[in-house]
C-alpha cells in the first residue's frame, strides 16, 4: 500500500470516528423528530422543505435509519410529498457516503479487506443497477454500510446512486403513509403498510435469489433471507 493510500485511509476511519463523537457531543442525533418538525419545518414551505431535504441527507448519511427519515417525511408533508421528499433526502445520503469512501478510503480498505471488497465487486460488477435494486429492495442489510462497500468497490457511481434511488421508493411509501396517519386514519394507514412491507420483503427476497445467479452479498443477509439460525 502506498503512503497516499495509507494517509487517505487513516483520514478516512478517524474523520468517521470524530463525525459520531459531535453527532453525540452536539445532541444532533435527538434533534431529529417530530417536535422539530414541528417547531421548524411544517407550514414553512419551500424554506422547510429544504431544510428537511438537507438534514435528512446529511443523517442518512452518517447512520441514521432511512425508515426514520421517510416517516418523519410522511408526517411533515402527507403521503405523496413526503414520498418524493423521503426519496430525494435518502439519495443525497447516499451520494454522500458513497463519495466520501470512494474519494477517501477506498484504497485503504481495498487493501484491508481484498476478500470483502471482490464480493461486493462481483455481486455487482455483472449487471450494477439492476443488482443494486435488489439489494435496496430487501428488508435486511445496513444503508450505511451498503453505501460504504459501494464507495471502495470498482461500481459505476451512476449504476448504484440511481439504482439505490430507485430502490428506495417501495420502503419509503411504506413509511411515509406510517407518518402521514399519524393524525388521521391511523389504524388502517399502519394496517395497510403492515402489509405492504412483508409484500416489499418477500418480492425483495424472491428477486435476489431469483437473479443472483449464484453470486453473494454477504453470510448475515444470506442466512436471514434462508432462514438459517
Same mark, same amino acid.
Given at each position: 500500500?502506498?503512503?497516499?493510500?495509507?494517509?487517505?485511509?487513516?483520514?478516512?476511519?478517524?474523520?468517521?470516528?470524530?463525525?459520531?463523537?459531535?453527532?453525540?457531543?452536539?445532541?444532533? @442525533?435527538?434533534?431529529?423528530?417530530?417536535?422539530?418538525? @414541528?417547531? @421548524?419545518?411544517?407550514?414553512?414551505?419551500?424554506?422547510?422543505?429544504?431544510?428537511?431535504?438537507?438534514?435528512?441527507?446529511?443523517?442518512?448519511?452518517?447512520?441514521?435509519?432511512?425508515?426514520?427519515?421517510?416517516?418523519?417525511?410522511?408526517?411533515?408533508?402527507?403521503?405523496?410529498?413526503?414520498?418524493?421528499?423521503?426519496?430525494?433526502?435518502?439519495?443525497?445520503?447516499?451520494?454522500?457516503?458513497?463519495?466520501?469512501?470512494?474519494?477517501?478510503?477506498?484504497?485503504?480498505?481495498?487493501?484491508?479487506?481484498?476478500?470483502?471488497?471482490?464480493?461486493? @465487486?462481483?455481486?455487482?460488477?455483472?449487471?450494477?443497477?439492476?443488482?443494486?435494486?435488489?439489494?435496496?429492495?430487501?428488508?435486511?442489510?445496513?444503508?450505511?454500510?451498503?453505501?460504504?462497500?459501494?464507495?471502495?468497490?470498482?461500481?459505476?457511481?451512476?449504476?448504484?446512486?440511481?439504482?439505490?434511488?430507485?430502490?428506495?421508493?417501495?420502503?419509503?411509501?411504506?413509511?411515509?403513509?406510517?407518518?402521514?396517519?399519524?393524525?388521521?386514519?391511523?389504524?388502517?394507514?399502519?394496517?395497510?403498510?403492515?402489509?405492504?412491507?412483508?409484500?416489499?420483503?418477500?418480492?425483495?427476497?424472491?428477486?435476489?435469489?431469483?437473479?443472483?445467479?449464484?453470486?453473494?452479498?454477504?453470510?448475515?443477509?444470506?442466512?436471514?433471507?434462508?432462514?438459517?439460525?
Amino acid at each position: 500500500m502506498s503512503p497516499r493510500a495509507m494517509l487517505r485511509g487513516l483520514v478516512f476511519l478517524a474523520s468517521l470516528v470524530l463525525i459520531g463523537f459531535a453527532i453525540r457531543a452536539l445532541q444532533l @442525533d435527538t434533534v431529529f423528530d417530530k417536535a422539530w418538525i @414541528d417547531s @421548524d419545518i411544517r407550514g414553512q414551505g419551500l424554506t422547510g422543505e429544504l431544510l428537511f431535504v438537507a438534514l435528512g441527507g446529511l443523517f442518512t448519511a452518517v447512520g441514521l435509519p432511512r425508515q426514520v427519515v421517510s416517516f418523519l417525511a410522511g408526517y411533515a408533508f402527507g403521503f405523496v410529498t413526503g414520498l418524493a421528499l423521503g426519496v430525494v433526502a435518502t439519495a443525497i445520503g447516499c451520494v454522500i457516503t458513497f463519495s466520501y469512501a470512494r474519494f477517501l478510503g477506498r484504497e485503504f480498505i481495498a487493501n484491508r479487506f481484498p476478500g470483502k471488497v471482490r464480493r461486493i @465487486d462481483g455481486f455487482l460488477s455483472e449487471n450494477p443497477f439492476t443488482m443494486t435494486l435488489l439489494i435496496r429492495f430487501l428488508p435486511a442489510g445496513s444503508n450505511l454500510l451498503t453505501n460504504l462497500a459501494a464507495g471502495v468497490s470498482s461500481v459505476p457511481a451512476w449504476a448504484f446512486i440511481l439504482g439505490s434511488a430507485i430502490g428506495y421508493i417501495p420502503q419509503t411509501a411504506i413509511f411515509a403513509l406510517v407518518g402521514s396517519g399519524i393524525t388521521v386514519d391511523t389504524e388502517w394507514r399502519i394496517a395497510l403498510s403492515a402489509v405492504l412491507f412483508v409484500i416489499s420483503g418477500l418480492l425483495g427476497a424472491y428477486l435476489y435469489r431469483h437473479y443472483r445467479h449464484g453470486k453473494h452479498l454477504d453470510d448475515d443477509t444470506e442466512r436471514e433471507l434462508d432462514g438459517d439460525d
